[in-house]
């Protein structure tokens, strides 16, 4: 009886020190693993110190006898939100009541070296507190206010423009499309600049096999930075080396949501005042607000007014050069002899002529485009009036080109679109030189070569000349009219999807 009551005893004796055992060792590893993840803390928190380097900006502090840290860049926090929210919370608390004592959605654990670094360029504060950190959200980065859009103006409807910043852009949508239906994909374009491009659309409403393509081909992208959207989209073209834009650009909110409503994918980018927007076609760009404010019956005539203005700045100096070179026969009798009077101290051929006066309006263009508002109203009367009285005098050009060549510089304004406008100027010197060495045929022939060009060119792998080609007879009124609303219909044929020809 009593040796079996000292092996019991034996056995609860070597369980205890067992349990005891276990217990040590696991207190022991929990220690070690503590102390494993601090070390990894610490040298996360030495490593991003060592990544800003030296820079003017970075600030890093210490509280709580060095047990907690915080690294950030001044410029990019709000002032008064780091104070009030992290620094004098920090002064009184330790570091045992963290996570209690921050706001939960600004605060978010996250121990990824590379995650961190971004957050903090994205204007968080990082807290490097015992076996974890954390990224507090306190962005303060400066911004324009909106404004009226200077190379958007109408005369009716909504003045706001979009600034520079993505989530004062993305409000701007999000109070004209209140609908869970509105879907966003953020990438991120340059291996060193990690721009932000924001992908909007609308769920059932636009092709997702476009919004895949989109996607994938900005995700192709490998250059180390994108400072604008009108970058961007020249770099995922289509079709590089074509004088067209292929990709429709605004600063317009309400353009932009327009798009979003017709099935289209718009893209904004980081610190660009510019969206774009796909499938684009040729005629998007002859389109202004302005044509759905007002009755039906003036938009449609001031779209057609574009149209002619068109075919004015292609086709007005070229068909000047052409009959004065070729074809004396078209010009009245009466035209003809004040032409060949205006031309008569002019010793230089009229494509020569047309060419100079040309490439001058091009610089007094370009120079009032970059000169302040009031040196540029004065750069446009001295260029438009004295050296356009000098020349006549001089005997370089005669007035009845100068006339030519300022109708046609009107025309071109009269495209809503500047990327537009700046595209059809380039192109209409093609049509003079054709005028200059073949007269009209030539004329006829530099016209086939651009429907040619334009017919053969895709935005997505959408036809950029639809609805002409391919041909969609009803698309006709809203792409080149602007016909009543009970009768324009929603979206493209092409770009109509099952969900939107069931709701139509």
Same mark, same amino acid.
């Given at each position: ?12 004796f070597?369980?205890? *020190? ?14 070690k ?10 040298? *996360? ?21 060095? !047990? $907690?840290?915080?690294v ?10 780091? !104070?009030?929210?992290?620094l004098?919370?920090?002064?009184e ?10 706001q ?5 654990? !996250? ?18 507190a ?11 980065? !400066?911004?324009?206010? =909106?404004s ?12 706001d423009?979009?600034?520079? #910043?993505?989530? /004062?852009?993305?409000?701007? =949508?999000?109070?004209r ?39 994938e ?15 961007l ?24 949501? #327009? ?9 904004? /980018?980081?610190?660009?005042?510019n969206?774009? &927007?796909? %499938?684009?076609s040729f ?16 938009? /449609? ?8 203005a068109l ?12 009959? &004065? ?8 009798q ?14 230089? %051929? ?22 302040? *508002? ?22 370089? /050009? ?6 030519v060549v300022?109708?046609?510089a ?8 500047? =990327? ?10 093609l ?9 009209n045929?030539?004329?006829?022939f530099?016209?086939?070569? =651009? ?16 609805? $002409? ?11 080149i ?21 069931e709701?139509?």
């Amino acid at each position: 009886m009593g040796r079996l009551r000292a092996i019991v005893k034996k056995m609860v004796f070597q369980e205890k *020190t067992d349990s005891n055992h276990i217990n040590n060792k696991h207190h022991l590893s929990s220690n070690k693993q503590a102390s494993n993840e601090k070390s990894i803390t610490k040298a *996360t928190y030495q490593k991003t110190l060592s990544d800003f380097g030296d820079s003017f900006d970075l600030v890093h502090r210490s509280f709580n006898h060095d !047990e $907690i840290h915080i690294v950030y860049l001044n410029s990019l926090v709000d002032s008064n939100t780091l !104070e009030w929210e992290i620094l004098s919370p920090l002064r009184e608390m330790s570091i045992h009541n963290l996570e209690q004592s921050f706001q939960q959605s600004l605060f978010k654990q !996250e121990n990824n070296h590379e995650k961190v670094i971004k957050g903090i360029l994205d204007g968080n504060v990082s807290m490097f507190a015992g076996e974890n950190s954390y990224l507090i959200n306190v962005a303060g980065l !400066e911004e324009r206010s =909106i404004s009226q859009s200077e190379t958007e103006s109408v005369i009716n409807g909504p003045h706001d423009s979009f600034n520079e #910043a993505l989530k /004062t852009n993305v409000s701007l =949508i999000r109070r004209r499309v209140r609908s869970p239906r509105l879907k966003m994909i953020q990438l991120s374009v340059g291996e060193i600049s990690k721009t932000k491009v924001l992908l909007i659309y609308i769920e059932g409403i636009a092709k997702m096999d476009i919004v895949n393509q989109l996607k994938e081909r900005i995700q192709s992208v490998k250059v180390d930075s994108i400072p604008d959207s009108n970058v961007l989209i020249q770099i995922i073209d289509d079709y590089q080396y074509s004088p067209f834009p292929q990709f429709y650009t605004t600063e317009r909110p309400d353009v932009a949501v #327009a798009k979003l409503y017709s099935g289209k994918i718009i893209g904004l /980018t980081d610190d660009s005042p510019n969206i774009f &927007c796909t %499938p684009s076609s040729f005629f998007d760009f002859f389109k202004s607000p302005d044509d759905y404010n007002q009755r039906w019956i003036l938009g /449609t005539g001031v779209r057609i007014l574009r149209y002619l203005a068109l075919f004015i700045t292609l086709i007005l100096t070229a068909f000047y050069v052409s009959i &004065c070179t070729y074809h004396f026969e078209m010009i009245p009798q009466s035209l003809l002899q004040s032409i060949m009077q205006s031309r008569s101290r002019v010793p230089f %051929p009229p494509i020569i002529e047309a060419i100079f006066l040309e490439i001058v309006i091009e610089l007094l263009r370009e120079a009032g485009a970059r000169l302040p *508002t009031k040196i540029g109203q004065t750069i446009g009367i001295v260029g438009g009036i004295v050296i356009g009285q000098a020349a006549v005098e001089a005997g370089i /050009t005669s007035n009845i080109l100068i006339i030519v060549v300022a109708v046609s510089a009107i025309a071109s304004f009269i495209v809503p679109s500047y =990327i537009m406008s700046s595209s059809i100027r380039i192109v209409r010197f093609l049509f003079i030189l054709m005028a200059g060495f073949m007269g009209n045929i030539g004329i006829f022939f530099a016209l086939g070569i =651009i429907i040619i060009h334009l017919t053969g060119l895709t935005n997505l792998s959408s036809p950029y000349f639809m609805p $002409i080609s391919p041909t969609f007879l009803k698309d006709w009124m809203e792409s080149i009219i602007r016909g009543p609303f009970n009768i324009i219909k929603k979206g493209q044929p092409s770009m109509q999807n099952d969900f939107e020809k069931e709701r139509s």
